[in-house]
């Protein structure tokens, strides 16, 4: 298989670039019809070239040899129709090649990482089987009735990979299965989500039930409408709710929607939507509460935000201790985290 080819149109998209603008980008030394000939893999370029293609598109020259298989499935984008379709390539070889690396790392260390579907076998038609889904992974997981504390590293060790991304467009993530369903990918939207870690919550556990639930075929009102009620069901069990808040209410404090919402990780306005769905709350409150919501300016900012920690370091922990058992050497690892070999040097101070 000709892996240069492959990756470098995977390079260039990662980049944004068409083959014109990757010509321009190097001072067209080659021509593209030169460079179109080089991804369709007629010509291999000398190492002079690979070596000025390695740059002009931010990677290694060894990224063109890799041989790590990444292929996505079916992708879950909500906004799909809207996305622009030259940003939603890029965003998704950028993806693939970051997947790739930390495949390929996994590899080297010997790691397993079959993953096994808890929910396979539900069907998802109303709410209460929303809340079967939620209880029967919470006890699958062990994670108790209280609050998840680190959603990202939750999903990373039971072989879920989540990756977090720079895209300036509006969207909040995307999921899909790699390799033939053996491979469980979340993408966040870094951009979007880093000041707003219970909407970066949120998200995860919308785009985990895509993955998880039989609810991909439904219309898209009706799915979209099960994911966001899995997600709620994550962060807070039916249960607990029930418990902070109560039983039934005909009214709700702002002040302890805040308190819940520092302690669970989760927003005033998802739980309030959430109470409503388990019955707590009638539709008509719902309907008065949002208004107010908006009339106080919360729709956008809440009065408070949720402080914890939401990102993973398993890749690192990974690489250092590839590096400290010999497994790989400093240009490898240097390579793996797709930097050059004095910056890697500088940045972790190993000599």
């Given at each position: 298989?000709?892996?240069?080819?492959?990756?470098?149109?995977?390079?260039?998209?990662?980049n944004?670039?068409?083959?014109q603008?990757?010509?321009?980008?190097?001072?067209?030394?080659?021509?593209?019809?030169?460079?179109?000939?080089?991804?369709?893999?007629?010509?291999?370029?000398?190492?002079?070239?690979?070596?000025?293609?390695?740059?002009?598109?931010?990677?290694?020259?060894?990224?063109?040899?890799?041989?790590?298989?990444?292929?996505?499935?079916?992708?879950?984008?909500?906004?799909?129709?809207?996305?622009?379709?030259?940003?939603?390539?890029?965003?998704?070889e950028?993806?693939?090649?970051?997947?790739?690396?930390?495949?390929?790392?996994?590899?080297?260390?010997?790691?397993?990482?079959?993953?096994?579907?808890?929910?396979?076998?539900?069907?998802?038609?109303?709410?209460?089987?929303?809340?079967?889904?939620?209880?029967?992974?919470?006890?699958?997981w062990?994670?108790?009735?209280?609050?998840?504390?680190?959603?990202?590293?939750?999903?990373?060790d039971?072989?879920?990979?989540?990756?977090?991304?720079?895209s300036?467009?509006?969207?909040?993530?995307?999921?899909?299965?790699?390799?033939?369903?053996?491979?469980?990918?979340?993408?966040?939207?870094?951009?979007?989500?880093?000041?707003?870690?219970?909407?970066?919550?949120?998200t995860?556990?919308?785009?985990?039930?895509?993955?998880?639930?039989?609810?991909?075929?439904?219309?898209?009102?009706?799915?979209?409408?099960?994911?966001?009620?899995?997600?709620?069901?994550?962060?807070?069990p039916?249960e607990?709710l029930?418990?902070?808040?109560?039983?039934?209410?005909?009214?709700?404090?702002?002040?302890?929607?805040?308190?819940?919402?520092?302690?669970?990780?989760?927003?005033?306005?998802?739980?309030?939507?959430?109470?409503?769905?388990?019955?707590?709350?009638?539709?008509?409150?719902?309907?008065q509460?949002?208004?107010?919501?908006?009339?106080?300016?919360?729709?956008?900012?809440?009065?408070?935000?949720y402080?914890?920690?939401?990102?993973?370091?398993?890749?690192?922990?990974?690489?250092?201790?590839?590096?400290?058992?010999?497994?790989?050497?400093?240009?490898?690892?240097?390579?793996?985290?797709?930097?050059?070999?004095?910056?890697?040097?500088?940045?972790?101070?190993?000599?």
């Amino acid at each position: 298989m000709n892996y240069f080819a492959e990756r470098l149109k995977s390079a260039r998209l990662m980049n944004g670039l068409s083959l014109q603008g990757l010509a321009d980008k190097i001072d067209n030394r080659v021509t593209k019809q030169s460079l179109s000939k080089y991804e369709q893999g007629q010509v291999v370029p000398d190492s002079a070239m690979i070596g000025i293609l390695s740059e002009a598109l931010g990677v290694r020259p060894d990224y063109f040899y890799t041989s790590t298989a990444v292929e996505f499935g079916e992708i879950e984008f909500r906004k799909l129709q809207s996305y622009p379709a030259k940003e939603r390539v890029r965003i998704e070889e950028v993806a693939k090649d970051e997947l790739r690396r930390y495949l390929e790392l996994e590899e080297i260390l010997g790691i397993e990482t079959t993953f096994h579907n808890p929910l396979a076998e539900l069907t998802i038609s109303s709410q209460e089987d929303i809340e079967i889904a939620a209880e029967k992974l919470r006890d699958e997981w062990e994670l108790g009735r209280g609050a998840v504390a680190n959603v990202i590293e939750l999903f990373e060790d039971h072989h879920i990979k989540v990756l977090e991304l720079e895209s300036s467009e509006e969207f909040d993530g995307f999921c899909s299965w790699v390799n033939e369903k053996r491979i469980p990918l979340i993408v966040l939207n870094k951009a979007k989500l880093k000041e707003k870690l219970d909407r970066k919550r949120f998200t995860a556990f919308h785009e985990l039930a895509h993955l998880l639930l039989k609810v991909n075929h439904l219309p898209e009102r009706q799915k979209e409408k099960f994911c966001h009620a899995f997600a709620t069901a994550m962060l807070i069990p039916q249960e607990t709710l029930k418990k902070e808040l109560g039983g039934k209410r005909s009214k709700l404090s702002i002040h302890e929607l805040t308190a819940i919402k520092q302690q669970y990780g989760i927003s005033m306005q998802a739980l309030v939507y959430r109470a409503k769905d388990i019955g707590l709350i009638s539709d008509n409150y719902l309907r008065q509460f949002y208004q107010t919501f908006i009339q106080l300016g919360y729709k956008v900012n809440e009065p408070v935000e949720y402080e914890g920690s939401e990102h993973s370091n398993r890749f690192s922990q990974l690489l250092f201790r590839a590096l400290a058992e010999n497994f790989i050497s400093v240009s490898k690892a240097a390579s793996l985290k797709n930097q050059k070999l004095a910056q890697f040097r500088k940045e972790n101070l190993v000599f």
